[in-house]
């Protein structure tokens, strides 16, 4: 686990390069082109955690971010019980971070902002308050996750997520324009490359020699949606 204070230097340089890449809007393609890329995760488990560190990092790392259109959708393998309140499979701390993920997407719609927050609320799972501090909006997604807004999101993730089809198994579930991935979401970069069919230039990633496959264990690193976790 980082320390606080490289945390919040690599969070506020990640903020600004994003602001940055923002403005390079003649580099990416239209929004129809995009490849939809789409992440159903839950926030304590330890294969989404590391999907959200490392794999989704290299998408706004490099170029790939210019033909990608990430959502994220913080509701995992959790239930909604007869009484509307969600119960998640690594317990109530899960739900308490599912929620304010829900609001820091919500604040910050830019995928270019929020998954660096949200980045670093993962990397910190017992010290994202000092994430969620250093981001300046602490009050507003305080405000949100204490409030019935964030209910409200989460049952909405929570719609989005069950009404999948084919249905999730486990997470991290990775869709490339609704079409799961399987095992092939250790190979982020080289699918979305593949996917991609619209007009604008390919990025460089797509055509770089770092663009390799990657070994896959024999035993899927994934959390089951039918698994009981202590």
């Known amino acids: 686990m980082a320390s606080s204070s490289s945390t919040k230097l690599v969070l506020?340089?990640?903020?600004?390069?994003?602001?940055?890449?923002?403005?390079?809007?003649?580099?990416?393609?239209?929004?129809?082109?995009?490849?939809?890329?789409?992440?159903?995760?839950?926030?304590l488990c330890p294969y989404c955690q590391?999907?959200?560190?490392?794999?989704?990092?290299?998408?706004?790392?490099?170029d790939l971010y210019t033909i990608t259109n990430l959502t994220l959708v913080p509701f995992g393998n959790a239930h909604v019980l007869p009484n509307l309140t969600v119960a998640c499979q690594?317990?109530?701390?899960?739900?308490?971070?599912n929620a304010l993920e829900a609001c820091i997407i919500r604040?910050?719609?830019?995928?270019?902002?929020?998954?660096?927050?949200?980045?670093?609320?993962?990397?910190?799972?017992?010290?994202?308050?000092?994430?969620?501090?250093?981001?300046?909006?602490e009050k507003v997604?305080?405000?949100?996750?204490?409030g019935d807004l964030s209910e409200k999101l989460i049952l909405?993730?929570?719609?989005q997520t069950l009404s999948l089809k084919p249905k999730h198994t486990y997470v991290p579930w990775v869709?490339?324009?609704d079409q799961p991935l399987y095992d092939k979401y250790h190979n982020l970069a080289a699918q979305v490359c593949k996917a991609y069919k619209g007009k604008a230039s390919l990025p460089k990633l797509c055509t770089s020699s770092a663009l390799s496959e990657r070994k896959v264990s024999s035993k899927l690193q994934v959390s089951y949606a039918d698994e009981d976790i202590n």
């Open 107 to 137: 604040t910050w719609p830019d995928p270019e902002l929020h998954y660096w927050l949200i980045r670093c609320v993962e990397n910190n799972t017992k010290d994202w308050k000092s994430c969620v501090k250093f981001s300046g909006h």
């Open 12 to 43: 506020c340089l990640c903020l600004l390069l994003a602001g940055l890449f923002t403005l390079s809007n003649k580099l990416v393609a239209g929004e129809s082109d995009k490849v939809n890329l789409n992440l159903y995760y839950e926030s």
């Open 156 to 159: 909405g993730y929570a719609k």
């Open 175 to 177: 869709t490339l324009n």
């Open 90 to 97: 690594h317990g109530e701390e899960e739900c308490k971070l």
């Open 50 to 62: 590391n999907f959200i560190v490392n794999d989704l990092a290299k998408i706004f790392d490099s």
């Open 141 to 146: 997604f305080n405000d949100c996750y204490n």
